[in-house]
């Protein structure tokens, strides 16, 4: 799904926050002050969001911008995959999250199934590398990279978290009411793939 406006809010923005970063001249600051704003302005002008959020939103991030990372654990079991319902919507997920600065992605995937679902495992392959803004999920201010990780339990028993009020396994033709800024349908179909082919390479984009 296109939303152009978003692109060239999320580019200005990005170009305005990395010529702030660079920049020593008082007078390019200023246009890139200006151009921060005029990204703030489309964002409002077609999300309805109060200025005042949208400029924290913005203003809060410093330095070169790139992708944020959201990492997503697969655990397949009896030709089924781990989901977990996140209690910020009552929809179902794999188990993940924003990547801690500190820990890699395999660590992290393990912390996150761990607190979320209660079962321990550890990392074996990586299944994909997506770029969220090429697949269909809800419009975002940031740009994100998913990474999907496949993993087996070793241990544990389930458990909800404090962000998760369900666990449950699903079949990839019985699959719950999604959480699509997490994960789409057509992911996690992509994402059996694996179950049934485990020689598949890794996908990107």
Request: hydrophobic share 35%.
């Amino acid at each position: 799904m296109s939303y152009k406006w978003l692109e060239w809010a999320k580019r200005i923005q990005a170009l305005s926050q990395s010529g702030l970063a660079f920049s020593k001249d008082i007078y390019d600051i200023e246009r890139y002050e200006e151009l921060r704003t005029i990204s703030a302005e489309i964002m409002e002008e077609h999300t309805g969001l109060e200025m005042q959020k949208i400029e924290d939103l913005f203003t809060n991030e410093t330095g070169y911008q790139t992708p944020k990372v959201d990492v997503r654990g697969v655990v397949f079991k009896d030709d089924q995959v781990l989901m977990v319902r996140e209690t910020i919507d009552e929809r179902w997920a794999l188990p993940g999250g924003f990547c801690d600065i500190g820990l890699s992605p395999s660590e992290n995937i393990v912390k996150e199934i761990q607190e979320e679902s209660g079962y321990d495992v550890v990392p074996i392959k990586l299944l994909a590398l997506l770029d969220k803004d090429k697949h269909p999920h809800p419009p975002e201010a940031h740009h994100y990279y998913k990474v999907f990780i496949q993993c087996e339990i070793i241990g544990g028993n389930p458990i909800t978290g404090i962000e998760t009020s369900g666990i449950q396994f699903f079949s990839k033709n019985n699959l719950p009411s999604l959480s699509t800024n997490r994960n789409t349908e057509s992911q996690i179909i992509t994402l059996f793939e694996f179950l049934e082919n485990p020689k598949k390479e890794t996908i990107f984009d």
